[in-house]
Every structure is written in C-alpha cells, then in structure tokens.
C-alpha cells in the first residue's frame, strides 16, 4: 500500500515529511497573514477583523456563534469580542441572540459589510501575482482541505476548515 493511502506513514521519513510540511505550513501561515494585512491595512482592519467579515460573508445563510468565529480566527474569547464589537460599531457585522440562551450571540454581515468587502477583494488580485503560483489557489485549498481531513481522521480530531471564499453576489438570508 503506497504512504498516502493509509492514515500511518508508512516509515519514519514519511512522518519527517508531514513534520516538515507543517513547519512549510506554520511558516507560509504568517507570510500570507502578513501579506493580508498589508492589503487590508489601508481599509483600517487587521488580518483578523478581515478574516471576520470573510466567515460572516461565507455563512450567511447560517450566522457564526461568537465562540465558533473566535476558534476559526484562532482567537481567545476576549479578542474576539474587541474585534466584532469594532466591527459592529462600523456597521458591517450584525448580532443576534440565541432566543434559547441569552449569553449565545451570532453575527451577520450587514449589507455595508458587503460592501466593504468588495472595496477590499480587488486589491489582492493587485497586490498578489496570482499568476506565478505552481498551482491554482482553489486546488491548493482543496488539497491542505483534504491532508487536514486525512491527518484529522487519524487523530480523532475535526479539522477547523472553512468554505471556500466567493464575494459573487449570494443568498440574502
């Protein structure tokens, strides 16, 4: 059986090079991080409050609790609600609660954070060459998607993976 198609590596070096590619990773990580920021910087959001107004446009048919946006992003509870109510006072996220549980909120993108975000989403195809990249993004997603579910599955644990990004012009919920 070839190293790929089970969930142990098939020799030591096998995990060497999963080791290896999640320091790739962890690295490519605070690159990418870096590089939004530069974009989103002028538009005063950080990669975080970003990444906030991305979930909430994703999800808009189903609103993300405060406590699921907060692991997506990678935040602690406290970070998180500095960064929604900023945004909220912005206008371009929306709370609710959870009629069942009072201490339970969701958010929404406003129609203004909509808008923000199609202000924003233009200047990454100016500021990134997509057109150097080995591979499209949508099939590099794809497969981190698919290794993480993999890796997960062998681990007992569920990846904290999201959708993939489209600003085209969804479902009003």
Same mark, same amino acid.
């Given at each position: 059986m070839e190293s790929m198609a089970c969930s142990e590596p098939d020799s030591p070096q096998d995990a060497v090079e999963l080791i290896s590619m999640a320091i790739e990773m962890a690295s490519c990580e605070k690159t990418m991080r870096a590089a939004i920021a530069q974009v989103v910087a002028p538009?005063? !959001?950080s990669e975080n409050a970003f990444f906030? *107004?991305?979930l909430c446009h994703q999800n808009l048919r189903k609103s993300l609790s405060? +406590?699921? !946006?907060a692991k997506m992003v990678g935040l602690s509870?406290?970070? *998180?609600s500095y960064l929604v109510e900023q945004l909220r006072q912005e206008g371009w996220i929306h709370p609710q609660r959870d009629p069942n549980d009072r201490r339970r909120?969701?958010?929404t993108l406003t129609d203004d954070g909509m808008v923000r975000l199609e202000q924003i989403m233009p200047h990454f195809r100016d500021a990134w060459q997509f057109d150097q990249l080995p591979v499209d993004p949508q099939t590099l997603v794809a497969g981190l998607r698919k290794l993480v579910a993999i890796?997960?599955?062998s681990l007992n644990c569920r990846p904290v993976a999201s959708q993939p990004? +489209? !600003?085209s012009k969804p479902h009003a919920a």
């Open positions: 538009f005063n !959001l906030i *107004l991305v405060q +406590s699921k !946006l509870p406290a970070q *998180l909120q969701y958010w890796l997960g599955a990004v +489209s !600003l």
